[in-house]
Nanobody
Framework: QVQLVESGGGSVQAGGSLRLSCAAS????????TGWFRQAPGKKREEVAI????????YYADSVKGRFTASQVGGKNMLSLQMVSLKPEDTAMYYC????????????????WGQGTQVTVSS
């Protein structure tokens, strides 16, 4: 029943910004935790941000802290990831994932995943 669909990816020059969106259906976002992950070819999957509104828990990777902001649009089952001051090393496929458990997201084992959206940052 749970579906996640990412959008908002694209190509941008270094220093630019993008906003990714994750549209969720089949559950109420306020009751689920959502994580953003990214993976570049030949590299390990990396946790980017985790938002768990009900528990008030948040997490940001050191590499994006201060530049990326995860938030929830209340009443719309929509999550967003605002990315500013983008760097070439931010280039990756970005995935939205969700699970009722914050711990599952921390461990990188959420139950539900989106299909991903590509972000490319040129120098």
């Amino acid at each position: 029943q749970v579906q996640l669909v990412e959008s908002g990816g694209g190509s941008v020059q270094a220093g630019g910004s993008l906003r990714l969106s994750c549209a969720a259906s089949g559950y109420t976002n306020s009751r689920f935790c959502t994580g953003w992950f990214r993976q570049a070819p030949g590299k390990k999957r990396e946790e980017v941000a985790i938002l768990c509104p009900r528990g008030g828990s948040t997490y940001y990777a050191d590499s994006v802290k201060g530049r990326f902001t995860a938030s929830q649009v209340g009443g719309k089952n929509m999550l967003s990831l605002q990315m500013v001051s983008l760097k070439p090393e931010d280039t990756a496929m970005y995935y939205c994932a969700s699970d009722p458990s914050y711990q599952a997201l921390i461990e990188g084992t959420p139950t539900y995943w989106g299909q991903g959206t590509q972000v490319t940052v040129s120098s």
